[in-house]
T-cell receptor
């Protein structure tokens, strides 16, 4: 089966600019997650979707981050405006039950 | 929120040696997971543990779910160069399908 697709792989932006990441989960996976992984740390959950509804967004900095999952398939994560501390790898994952499948991530550098 | 303490943070061993790393939590988890992450990629699931006391192997990898449900360990026998990477433990909260990650163990091997 095809894996979780993410794009772009890399993005460099200046602080205060906006950026968007895209994720296409494995077909049939109802649950989709966005994680932020800062260099040297484990992934931290930002938001969890079940189909097109938000299950958990308690760790999402809602003043600058937003995410949507229209039609319960693809998802986009947006940051506006970006700060230097947003530099990280943004991982998307999808699951049917336990043990997510992760995408390769988008590495964001904010300068 | 819940935190997982993973140790050691890094290991630098000789090829052929056995490796051991562990993860502890102040809270109980119903499921423990072990992932490996290669540079530029998302984490890949190695082993999933669903029951306290469970011991599960996957090739040269063996992991155990602690009796107290607050810890887990991963052993790698006869390490080879392709074992290099970052290993993450992760726990599944009992009340949700959210996975919490440890901070990772970076494994390096001398040929």
């Amino acid at each position: 089966e095809a894996g979780v697709a993410q794009s772009p792989r890399y993005k460099i932006i200046e602080k205060r600019q906006s950026v968007a990441f895209w994720c296409n989960p494995i077909s049939g996976h109802a649950t989709l997650y966005w994680y932020q992984q800062i260099l040297g740390q484990g992934p931290k959950l930002l938001i969890q979707f079940q189909n097109n509804g938000v299950v958990d967004d308690s760790q999402l900095p809602k003043d600058r981050f937003s995410a949507e999952r229209l039609k319960g398939v693809d998802s986009t994560l947006k940051i506006q405006p970006a700060k230097l501390e947003d530099s990280a790898v943004y991982l998307c994952a999808s699951s049917l039950s336990y043990g997510y499948t992760f995408g390769s991530g988008t590495r964001l550098t904010v300068v | 929120g819940q935190q997982l303490n993973q140790s050691p943070q890094s290991m630098f061993i000789q090829e052929g040696e056995d490796v051991s790393m562990n993860c502890t939590s102040s809270s109980i988890f119903n499921t423990w997971l072990w992932y490996k992450q290669d540079p530029g990629e998302g984490p890949v699931l190695l082993i999933a543990l669903y029951k306290a006391g469970e011991l599960t192997s996957n090739g040269r990898l063996t992991a155990q779910f602690g009796i107290t449900r607050k810890d887990s360990f991963l052993n790698i026998s006869a390490s080879i160069p392709s074992d290099v990477g970052i290993y993450f433990c992760a726990g599944l909260e009992s009340s949700a399908s959210k996975i919490i990650f440890g901070s990772g163990t970076r494994l390096s091997i001398r040929p």
